[in-house]
């Protein structure tokens, strides 16, 4: 078989289609990298690892600029990891893969492939999440629903630890500081607590009998219709942080919460956890993250 000749033509071929379809530019692109990367994987086999850059000194005469022996590696790598079993979509851009490549494990692959397109990531957004090493921050619970296609809850794709960007360099923080640095970013924090989160308020008040109680964060989430209350601590859980939280989210549900709406879910961010205390308390609507100053 003359894989060069094969290879030539595919790669013309996307370029005619490149020029004469615009709209299916990244269609093709990917069409074509999968089919060239199997070729390769094929030639190589039969003729050595020394092929690609024989090809890649052939078509950059014959073609011109964009076929390095960098770039041809890279579609055999793109090919071999569909094969693997990475998913293979239109919806990304030969940029975001180029991206996952490095990456190698199909699972992490698979995961930010999801994210890029329930996100809409741009390729700068991606790159920054997967340098904070956004899956391995992920529960085991949420990696196994990944993998066996099954529905994560709303609390499911909260990071741990949760990164807060520490604008002016603080050594030690209060709640107060710590609230504050979340509210300067607070885009960014919503990613970390996963997706289609919605900011209500800060210090948000409450009113308890005859005193009045403040919510440090409350949110609410769109996909899953709930309100979602967040409090910060700089110390270790403590079983009374659990006591609190529940109060609050016992309040918005008596008072704001819609029949229509699902039961409100607590988020504890705290500088230490302890797994004790969530393992013994009874409410599952809870759950507890550290947080780490970045």
């Known amino acids: 078989m003359n894989y060069y000749n094969d290879i030539k033509q595919e790669l013309i071929n996307n370029e005619i289609n490149r020029k004469v379809k615009n709209y299916s530019i990244n269609r093709s692109d990917l069409n074509t990298y999968y089919n060239v990367g199997k070729m390769l994987s094929e030639a190589g086999k039969h003729y050595g690892e020394g092929i690609i850059k024989e090809y890649s000194s052939r078509l950059t005469n014959e073609l011109g600029k964009g076929y390095t022996v960098s770039n041809l590696k890279r579609f055999r790598q793109f090919y071999n990891l569909i094969k693997k079993g990475a998913t293979m979509t239109h919806q990304l851009t030969w940029s ?4 996952l490549l490095p990456l190698n494990d199909i699972k992490i692959i698979n995961y930010y492939i999801l994210i890029i397109i329930e996100s809409n990531l741009s390729i700068r957004q991606l790159r920054q999440r997967i340098k904070s090493h956004e ?28 990164l807060i960007n520490n604008s002016c360099n603080y050594e030690d923080v209060s709640e107060k500081v710590l609230q504050k640095l979340i509210l300067e970013d607070i885009e960014s924090f919503m990613e970390e607590l996963g997706n289609s989160f ?3 308020g800060s210090e948000y008040k409450i009113k308890l009998g005859d005193r009045y109680n403040y919510i440090d964060l409350l949110l609410y989430n769109i996909e899953y219709n709930c309100y979602v209350v967040v409090e910060l601590k700089v110390t270790e859980l403590k079983k009374e942080h659990i006591g609190q939280i529940q109060i609050y989210m016992n309040y918005i549900d008596n008072n704001l919460r819609k029949i229509n709406q699902d039961n409100t879910i607590g988020i504890i961010i705290c500088k230490k956890d302890n797994k004790y205390v969530i393992e013994y308390c009874s409410d599952d609507r809870i759950i507890s993250r550290e947080y780490q100053l970045i």
């Open 96 to 99: 975001h893969y180029s991206e």
């Open 135 to 162: 899956y391995e921050r992920l529960d085991e619970s949420t990696k196994n629903k990944l993998i066996d296609k099954e529905e994560s809850n709303v609390v499911g794709f909260v990071k741990n630890p949760i």
């Open 198 to 200: 919605c900011f209500i």
